[in-house]
């Protein structure tokens, strides 16, 4: 991943009717370990990590990472938003923004993912206007693919990926 250029980071915290999207902290350690070591969170991306690793490897407070948001309910982590702009996971997002999110099962089947994505695109629309943002998810992710589909996001290719059909869409602000 890359920095987003000449945006500001961290921003003042993003409030949503339920939700607030703030940079990282310390206090969000375990969340992030939970959202790695999870089975459902990870199931369409190469599986869990091993909590024993990330217990070892994660570092006690984050580093600042432009365009990486923790999702809170309540004060409590439930997820985790990025748009950062890729080098190259997959050649189609390569120096474009892209939208990721991680949510904890707990979190699932309430909306908060649709809300904080849509506010996390608000924001990079305002931050950095005129820039579309890509999202890519496997065609078998059915969650992955009604969020981008609510979000907004348009079809611009299927192919083949990490031995899967994969998805990929673009994103860009038309209310100007």
Same mark, same amino acid.
């Given at each position: 991943?890359?920095?987003?250029?000449?945006?500001?980071?961290?921003?003042?915290?993003?409030?949503? /009717?339920?939700?607030?999207?703030?940079?990282?902290?310390?206090?969000?350690?375990? @969340?992030?370990?939970?959202?790695?070591?999870?089975?459902?969170?990870?199931?369409?991306?190469? #599986?869990?990590?091993?909590?024993?690793?990330?217990?070892?490897?994660?570092?006690? @407070?984050?580093?600042?990472?432009?365009?990486?948001?923790?999702?809170?309910?309540? #004060?409590?982590?439930?997820?985790?938003?990025?748009?950062?702009?890729?080098?190259?996971?997959?050649?189609?997002?390569? /120096?474009?923004?892209?939208?990721?999110?991680?949510?904890?099962?707990?979190?699932?089947?309430?909306?908060?993912?649709?809300?904080?994505?849509?506010? @996390?695109?608000?924001?990079?629309?305002?931050?950095?206007?005129?820039?579309?943002?890509?999202?890519?998810?496997?065609?078998?992710?059915?969650?992955?693919?009604?969020?981008?589909?609510?979000?907004?996001?348009?079809?611009?290719?299927?192919?083949? @990926?990490?031995?899967?059909?994969?998805?990929?869409?673009?994103?860009?602000?038309?209310?100007?």
């Amino acid at each position: 991943m890359t920095d987003l250029g000449p945006v500001d980071w961290p921003p003042a915290p993003i409030r949503t /009717g339920r939700l607030v999207l703030r940079a990282p902290e310390a206090r969000d350690r375990a @969340a992030f370990i939970d959202l790695r070591a999870s089975p459902e969170v990870s199931a369409y991306l190469g #599986g869990p990590q091993p909590r024993e690793e990330l217990e070892r490897t994660t570092p006690a @407070a984050p580093e600042p990472h432009p365009g990486c948001f923790a999702v809170t309910l309540d #004060g409590s982590m439930i997820g985790q938003i990025t748009l950062y702009k890729e080098t190259g996971f997959l050649p189609q997002a390569a /120096g474009r923004a892209e939208l990721g999110y991680l949510f904890l099962p707990r979190a699932w089947g309430h909306g908060y993912a649709a809300e904080a994505c849509a506010a @996390a695109l608000d924001w990079f629309a305002d931050a950095l206007p005129g820039e579309a943002v890509v999202l890519a998810t496997q065609t078998a992710n059915l969650r992955s693919m009604r969020l981008a589909a609510r979000l907004g996001f348009t079809e611009v290719e299927r192919f083949e @990926a990490y031995d899967a059909e994969q998805w990929f869409g673009l994103w860009s602000r038309t209310d100007g």
